[in-house]
């Protein structure tokens, strides 16, 4: 691996064992820089700290005091900040109407204050410009069903990143957005994607043809956190194969897949 990071100090909050803050964290490592890790749970936090060699603090995105007290924390231990990456999120799948207050609530706390919050604490440590990253979704560009709170507070947060971008580019700080489609190797979207049928509908929709792992978004925030995107801010940058050009699956499609998987596996079972 090469030194794209050394010398660069990181904050990557929403990491646990397998989903893409891991990866990101393990890209970051692998490339030379400090970094911390964060979320929710302490002991899901501690064990990929250990496996990574790296710092790791446990806090909740929907307390304001949790995310002061980690940023404050996290430039004391990292010696500064340059790189701060929310993958936070909250893969909510219910029909329109019946999204309950208690969902809207816990939605907007999760992937709109919390993340906002955490902007403006990461803004306020990072003095001497710097990479703010945040994991969003194909969904906050193209439709799928019974997915409303999370697609607009994930489009909701992308366009704070942009306002980010555009208040503070004089201090030398960039802000973006990468847009994952299904990641197959991530909790959130990993197990439907492990069903024959059902990749088999997202592979049709992808021009690439195959469906996103954790490493693509890795990839990307990788460079974004490296001076080669040092010209690079306020944007969206789809990690998707091409699916934008397309669309989602239906939720009946979807369903119907799973139905499918379902039946070709009692059929074998009945078979053997």
């Known amino acids: 691996m090469t030194d794209r990071l050394k010398g660069k100090s990181a904050l990557v909050l929403g990491v646990a064992p397998g989903n893409i803050g891991e990866a990101i964290a393990r890209r970051y490592v ?4 400090r970094v911390l890790v964060s979320g929710r749970r302490a002991d899901a936090v501690s064990t990929v700290a250990a496996a990574l060699g790296a710092e790791w603090l446990a806090c909740d995105i929907t307390s304001q005091s949790e995310i002061n007290q980690l940023v404050a924390e996290s430039e004391k231990r990292l010696g500064g900040l340059d790189i701060g990456v929310n993958a936070t999120g909250w893969g909510l799948l219910k029909p329109f109407l019946e999204h309950s207050r208690e969902d809207l609530d816990m939605m907007n706390a999760l992937q709109f204050t919390g993340p906002f919050q955490y902007f403006q604490a990461l803004l306020r440590a990072m003095t001497s410009g710097g990479s703010i990253i945040q994991v969003s979704s194909v969904t906050a560009t193209i439709m799928f069903d019974h997915h409303a709170a999370y697609m607009g507070t994930k489009a909701g947060i992308d366009h704070v990143i942009r306002c980010i971008a555009h208040e503070f580019g004089h201090h030398r700080i960039r ?3 990468i847009a994952p489609g299904g990641v ?4 959130m979207s990993g197990g439907g994607l492990a069903k024959p049928a059902v990749a088999e509908l997202y592979r049709r929709e992808i021009p690439l043809g195959r469906s996103g792992v954790s490493a693509d978004v ?7 956190a490296s001076d080669e995107s040092s010209f690079v801010t306020g944007q969206v940058i789809h990690v998707s194969g091409g699916q934008t050009l397309r669309r989602n699956p239906s939720i009946s499609e979807v369903y119907g897949a799973f139905a499918a998987d379902a039946a070709t596996v009692q059929k074998s079972a009945y078979i053997g």
Not at 218 to 224: E, I, K, P, Q
Request: aromatic content about 6%; cysteine-free.
């Open 30 to 33: 692998e490339h030379g820089a």
């Open 175 to 177: 802000a973006n957005s």
């Open 184 to 187: 197959a190797d991530a909790p």
């Open 218 to 224: 890795a990839d990307a925030a990788l460079w974004l």
